[in-house]
T-cell receptor
Framework: GENVEQHPSTLSVQEGDSAVIKCTYSDSASNYFPWYKQELGKRPQLIIDIRSNVGEKKDQRIAVTLNKTAKHFSLHITETQPEDSAVYFC???????????FGTGTKLQVIP | DGGITQSPKYLFRKEGQNVTLSCEQNLNHDAMYWYRQDPGQGLRLIYYSQIVNDFQKGDIAEGYSVSREKKESFPLTVTSAQKNPTAFYLCAIPGANTQYFGPGTRLTVL
């Protein structure tokens, strides 16, 4: 089955700096890669996603890049703000919602 | 996200008890999913249902049971056979591109 590895598990950055979180996947059939933000005690919420036919996608301060050959994708947050502090999860879908594998999460702390 | 609700928000279970977590949706989706979240781990699929009166085991179904008698409801029962049930439980429904999660139930074994 699919295996998704996410790094780092924790990340601290100064406000205004950039943050990068990386995920690798194993199943070449995976074709959809969302990123979720989860605040303490709350539900995961989709912040950005990318499909396998696209190399990069950007939405204001957030961007995702995908390297299909190397089987890795990354989340980039620029000009970080304290409200960006949360746990971020990547996921890889390989056909149907029942075939999704989540990363283990990255706890991002933005220091004012 | 307002179309999917879970109750209760917090639940405490004694050893040997069965407890049932509620998941309701008013968006008329055929499919519903149950996930378990543990600290430092990704979400893991417990059970899913793609249509009323049908459901399938996910990756970690042992110690859990579900029913899908109504389209809008997909309750999850944590049985006494589940040896380590303390976790955050999330219900989900499909969206335009990805899944949308309910607010979650935090279950604690006393």
């Amino acid at each position: 089955g699919e295996n998704v590895e996410q790094h780092p598990s924790t990340l601290s950055v100064q406000e205004g700096d950039s943050a990068v979180i990386k995920c690798t996947y194993s199943d070449s059939a995976s074709n959809y890669f969302p990123w979720y933000k989860q605040e303490l005690g709350k539900r995961p919420q989709l912040i950005i996603d990318i499909r396998s036919n696209v190399g990069e996608k950007k939405d204001q301060r957030i961007a995702v890049t995908l390297n299909k050959t190397a089987k890795h994708f990354s989340l980039h947050i620029t000009e970080t703000q304290p409200e960006d502090s949360a746990v971020y999860f990547c996921a890889a879908y390989s056909g149907g919602y029942q075939k999704v594998t989540f990363g283990t999460g990255t706890k991002l702390q933005v220091i004012p | 996200d307002g179309g999917i609700t879970q109750s209760p928000k917090y639940l405490f279970r004694k050893e040997g008890q069965n407890v049932t977590l509620s998941c309701e949706q008013n968006l008329n989706h055929d499919a519903m999913y149950w996930y378990r979240q543990d600290p430092g781990q990704g979400l893991r699929l417990i059970y899913y249902s793609q249509i009323v009166n049908d459901f399938q085991k996910g990756d970690i179904a042992e110690g859990y049971s579900v029913s899908r008698e109504k389209k809008e409801s997909f309750p999850l029962t944590v049985t006494s056979a589940q040896k380590n049930p303390t976790a955050f439980y999330l219900c989900a429904i499909p969206g335009a591109n990805t899944q949308y999660f309910g607010p979650g139930t935090r279950l604690t074994v006393l």
